[in-house]
């Protein structure tokens, strides 16, 4: 069965980077893309960007355009989110999930999900 | 980019029919997802392409999308089925994912 596995929580500093990864199993990596969805606590979702496991194309929401990016590993079948700059307002849950892409209708849905990854930006 | 708008809120008795809706600019011309968080857990889609049903989604679940509003009708409400909502469409002009803000549904 198709499951996203994600790292485990972090906390960081102001300013710091953060790396979370997200380990697939159970269907082909390269054949499905890998999009982030982050959930602030108490707020709703807001879709961080994908990336394509096959050719390592990404493409990243404008409101985070110069600090984050996605690596992926096709050895391990697992794909990374690294955000940098961090400032307390990214406090959040950071979520992986599995792009399922409809080209009749040029619409990308979330099939499968990571349980999640909580990221704390305090000082 | 384009903006999708839903509800903050949503009360249905068990057993009656739920409608949350998602707004948008001729959103009839998009595919409308639809996804059910419960507290602590990862969404869940449970309609995609405006009135499709995911593998193991009930029946009760059902979608529509015409002109500027798509609905997420839930029939035969069951406590269960409280939980927040979001709509998500798939901005192409952009190549961006776009999350409604959530509808939280609340079971008298």
Same mark, same amino acid.
């Given at each position: 069965q198709v499951q996203l596995v994600q790292s485990g929580a972090e906390v960081k500093m102001p300013g710091a980077s %953060?790396?979370?990864s997200c380990k697939t199993s159970g269907y082909t990596f390269t054949h499905s893309a890998i999009h982030? %969805?982050?959930?602030?606590p108490g707020q709703g979702l807001e879709w961080m960007g994908w990336i394509i496991p096959g050719n390592g194309k990404t493409r990243y929401s404008e409101n985070f355009q110069d600090r984050i990016t996605f690596i992926r590993d096709t050895s391990a079948s697992t794909v990374y989110m690294e955000l940098s700059s961090l400032r307390s307002e990214d406090t959040a849950v950071y979520y992986c999930a599995r792009g399922f892409y409809i080209a009749?209708?040029?619409t990308n849905w979330f099939d499968y999900w990571g349980q999640g990854t909580?990221?704390?930006v305090s000082s | 980019s384009y903006v999708v708008t839903q509800p903050p809120s949503v009360s249905v008795a068990p057993g009656k029919t739920a409608s949350i809706t998602c707004g948008g600019n001729n959103i009839g011309s998009k595919s409308v997802h639809w996804y059910q968080q419960k507290p602590g857990q990862a969404p869940v889609a449970v309609i995609y392409s405006d009135d499709n049903r995911p593998s193991g989604i009930p029946e009760r679940f059902s979608g529509?999308?015409?002109g500027n509003t798509a609905t997420l009708t839930i029939s035969r409400v069951e406590a269960g089925d409280e939980a927040?909502?979001?709509c998500q469409v798939w901005?192409?002009?952009s190549d961006q994912g776009v999350f409604g803000g959530g509808t939280k549904l609340t079971v008298l």
């Amino acid at each position: 069965q198709v499951q996203l596995v994600q790292s485990g929580a972090e906390v960081k500093m102001p300013g710091a980077s %953060v790396k979370v990864s997200c380990k697939t199993s159970g269907y082909t990596f390269t054949h499905s893309a890998i999009h982030w %969805v982050r959930q602030a606590p108490g707020q709703g979702l807001e879709w961080m960007g994908w990336i394509i496991p096959g050719n390592g194309k990404t493409r990243y929401s404008e409101n985070f355009q110069d600090r984050i990016t996605f690596i992926r590993d096709t050895s391990a079948s697992t794909v990374y989110m690294e955000l940098s700059s961090l400032r307390s307002e990214d406090t959040a849950v950071y979520y992986c999930a599995r792009g399922f892409y409809i080209a009749a209708a040029a619409t990308n849905w979330f099939d499968y999900w990571g349980q999640g990854t909580l990221v704390t930006v305090s000082s | 980019s384009y903006v999708v708008t839903q509800p903050p809120s949503v009360s249905v008795a068990p057993g009656k029919t739920a409608s949350i809706t998602c707004g948008g600019n001729n959103i009839g011309s998009k595919s409308v997802h639809w996804y059910q968080q419960k507290p602590g857990q990862a969404p869940v889609a449970v309609i995609y392409s405006d009135d499709n049903r995911p593998s193991g989604i009930p029946e009760r679940f059902s979608g529509s999308n015409s002109g500027n509003t798509a609905t997420l009708t839930i029939s035969r409400v069951e406590a269960g089925d409280e939980a927040d909502y979001y709509c998500q469409v798939w901005d192409s002009s952009s190549d961006q994912g776009v999350f409604g803000g959530g509808t939280k549904l609340t079971v008298l």
